[in-house]
């Protein structure tokens, strides 16, 4: 069986010199061949993708992934299209690829929760998928979905809070894989002004949990390069970023041309900045 990418992208870089970047889009935003075009554009500066799969609930995401997702709904996606655009995408990028969705949507179509978990994560790895975030799955209740990442070989991607408490961050640091997603402020996701004080002592105290067995990338308010070298600069191995791409995203949905333009812009200055703050 072919190895984890996630597994091993990491292992390449033990010392943890590299530092990540991990872009996020929403499948089928604005349209399923325009998120296509997106995923391609963005690839070339990534060092991991995330794509999430829209959900009518997503209790984790802002206005602005919110409305993503109903764009993506409004252009025809569903869980089974968006597998089949990942699956397209995996032909064209031997990268990570990390999905973000919701415990709903993949305990469905079979009689048991087991079942149901089996059968969807077979088809994420046959797609080409390496990871999954679960925004509403606690490491209490993930006991089925980790073994069905188990067997299929796909990392179980934890959120880590600064209201995570020690009890919980040692449960969720013994079965992890992978790295660990840090959320760097309370709250949902959304572009944010200032990286906050708790968010630099929230990266300092998980990483001297994790001892540099799983690198720690940072998500939830990076918006701009000067957010990118404050986080990197605290201690982070990589940054998360999805509002702000977004927001391009929305800011030129009559102009497809200047959308991928202004992303390659944008992917571009966040990758300038983590060179020069590493």
């Not at 509403?136 to 299929?152: F, M, Q, W, Y």
Request: with cysteine; glycine share 8%; proline share 4%.
């Amino acid at each position: 069986m072919e190895k984890n990418r996630i597994i091993e992208l990491f292992e390449k870089d033990q010392e943890r010199k590299g530092k990540y970047f991990m872009p996020f889009l929403t499948a089928g935003d604005p349209t399923i061949n325009q998120f296509k075009k997106l995923v391609k554009a963005i690839e070339p500066y990534s060092d991991i993708l995330e794509i999430g799969i829209p959900f009518s609930d997503p209790i984790a995401d802002g206005p602005t992934i919110q409305e993503a997702n109903q764009r993506a709904f409004e252009a025809g996606i569903n869980t089974k299209v968006a597998l089949e655009a990942i699956k397209e995408i995996r032909k064209g990028t031997g990268k990570p690829i990390v999905i973000l969705t919701y415990y709903n949507i993949l305990i469905q179509g079979a009689e048991t929760i087991e079942d149901a978990l089996n059968m969807i994560f077979k088809k994420m790895k046959e797609s080409g998928v390496d990871g999954i975030v679960i925004g509403d799955l606690p490491i209490e209740e993930a006991g089925l979905t980790l073994k069905a990442c188990e067997k299929h070989d796909i990392c179980l991607i934890f959120l880590i809070a600064p209201s995570t408490t020690n009890d919980r961050l040692e449960k969720i640091l013994k079965v992890s894989r992978g790295f660990i997603y840090l959320i760097s402020v309370m709250g949902v996701t959304g572009a944010r002004e200032n990286v906050a004080q708790i968010t630099k002592n929230i990266i300092k105290k998980v990483k001297q949990k994790t001892k540099e067995i799983l690198p720690v990338l940072v998500g939830f308010g990076i918006s701009q390069p000067k957010h990118v070298r404050t986080i990197i600069e605290a201690g982070a191995d990589g940054v998360i970023i999805g509002s702000a791409i977004i927001n391009i995203i929305k800011k030129n949905l009559n102009d497809h041309e200047k959308m991928e333009a202004d992303v390659i812009d944008f992917a571009s200055s966040i990758k300038k900045a983590m060179k020069e703050a590493n």
